[in-house]
């Protein structure tokens, strides 16, 4: 009996002690990568805050700051994106954190894992206070625009993912480290103001004025008062007030619609321009102005010299640098993510989201009025959904008519896919005359597909006919 009970207690203990081995294990494990991730966070912090990166231009901080999050916790990818959820992201295997940056709201990193790895609780939180510090880095050197009346703009960064939007940003941070005149082309609604406020934003005149001027609204006999400003008692009741040119002084004077000045305005810019200088109405003496000069137009300045309707003189006076907006129907790529924006927008009032037949006709549709015109569809979603997602019915007839015609019917007859794809392919099959291998070029398909395709008599086409 001692025996027995002498071994039961040693079998106990030595049960005991093996199984605190994995426990002292794990803690010193754990310590050990906690100790990792303080060194690791402080070398992030040491590369972000870097004299070098500091000094940089706002574009190669950015770029620095990813590389810092790859080498401080181990993803697949990191980005800057439009979105306004902690950890929700539209894309599989993917996190989002947001970033707090006064001059581009609702902007966070998002990162890709390792589905095998995933991410877990410590790695969250590193990711988390990364991005906290990169917005408060970045806060002082990308404060809001002011408008000539001192108040912030709520306008939106220029958002897109697109190849030829991330060529644009190059080229506004190229730019922006200038202080040459700008000249901003691009469709109604396509987002020059937002090009030009980006330019002021990311220079050195930042913290001065941005004063946007509509010229097409100008009435012809203010026009001087308007922009070159007007002296006391040129008439009764007049008293004096600086013109546009003298609101901004120090920062950034945008002229919308310049091609829409006539001739007679033309000649009074020309001067202006040339020589940083205004002489207000009334007045005998010139002001000198400090200013940076960012002009748009929804028309090709050049054409219009040709045609013989802008002064050739004062279009080389504005063309230094010229920028070119594209329409959104040329990036389709960026609707959803500019509905994504603009639906975070409103989140503060209601959350919601865009079912699969939503997003597929924003899409599809052609924007005529690009982006302003997206915001506006976008709002009247926000106003008038019953629910928490936004379906076809909630959005405009005139966006959802073609895609309402061409699917409606189909789903009404329960088509298949088969049926589907027989009808597309033969419609391509007309439009390359009959031509099998271009035919196939085009749909993307193997030439038994097409065949296949062809041989398919569909029910509700009557027409339809079989190729061999």
Request: charged residues 25%; aromatic residues 6%; glycine residues 6%.
């Amino acid at each position: 009996m001692v025996t027995h009970s002498s071994s039961s207690a040693s079998l106990g203990a030595s049960a005991a002690s093996v199984s605190t081995v994995p426990t002292l294990s794990a803690r010193v494990a754990h310590g050990r990568r906690r100790g990792e991730r303080r060194r690791g966070f402080s070398d992030f912090l040491a590369a972000l805050l870097s004299r070098s990166a500091m000094s940089a231009r706002p574009g190669a901080i950015e770029e620095a700051f990813l590389i810092a999050v790859r080498r401080l916790v181990p993803v697949r990818g990191a980005r800057m994106t439009a979105g306004a959820s902690d950890s929700a992201s539209p894309r599989k295997h993917a996190l989002r954190f947001p970033v707090p940056m006064p001059s581009r709201p609702e902007v966070c990193l998002e990162v890709d894992f390792d589905p095998d790895r995933g991410i877990d609780d410590w790695d969250r939180q590193l990711l988390r206070d990364a991005a906290r510090v990169f917005g408060l880095v970045l806060r002082p050197r990308r404060p809001p625009a002011p408008t000539a009346g001192g108040h912030v703009d709520p306008a939106a960064p220029v958002i897109g993912s697109s190849s030829c939007m991330r060529a644009l940003r190059q080229l506004v941070e190229r730019v922006a480290a200038t202080d040459f005149t700008v000249l901003v082309e691009g469709e109604s609604g396509s987002g020059k103001e937002l090009v030009a406020r980006q330019i002021h934003d990311l220079s050195a005149r930042s913290r001065g004025p941005f004063v946007a001027v509509n010229c097409a609204a100008l009435v012809e006999t203010l026009l001087e008062a308007e922009l070159f400003g007007i002296e006391d008692r040129i008439a009764t009741g007049v008293r004096a007030r600086r013109g546009k040119f003298e609101a901004a002084d120090q920062g950034t004077l945008f002229l919308d619609e310049v091609a829409d000045l006539s001739p007679s305005a033309q000649a009074k810019l020309l001067r202006a321009v040339q020589e940083l200088a205004v002489e207000r109405v009334g007045g005998h003496d010139l002001r000198p102005v400090n200013i940076r000069l960012v002009v748009a137009t929804n028309q090709s300045l050049r054409g219009l010299v040709d045609a013989g309707r802008f002064r050739e003189d004062l279009y080389y006076r504005l063309a230094g640098v010229e920028l070119r907006v594209p329409s959104l129907r040329r990036r389709r790529d960026d609707v959803l993510e500019l509905a994504e924006y603009f639906l975070a927008r409103h989140h503060r009032f209601r959350r919601l989201s865009l079912s699969d037949g939503a997003a597929d006709a924003l899409v599809s549709y052609d924007w005529p009025g690009n982006v302003r015109e997206l915001q506006r569809v976008i709002e009247r979603a926000v106003a008038l959904a019953p629910g928490h997602v936004v379906s076809l019915a909630d959005l405009p007839p005139a966006l959802t008519r073609e895609y309402a015609e061409v699917l409606h019917p189909s789903v009404a007859r329960a088509d298949s896919m088969r049926a589907w794809g027989s009808r597309y392919a033969r419609l391509v099959f007309e439009r390359c005359d009959q031509n099998k291998r271009r035919t196939c070029e085009v749909l993307g398909i193997s030439y038994h597909t097409l065949q296949s395709y062809l041989r398919y008599r569909d029910s509700s086409s009557p027409g339809a006919r079989a190729d061999s």
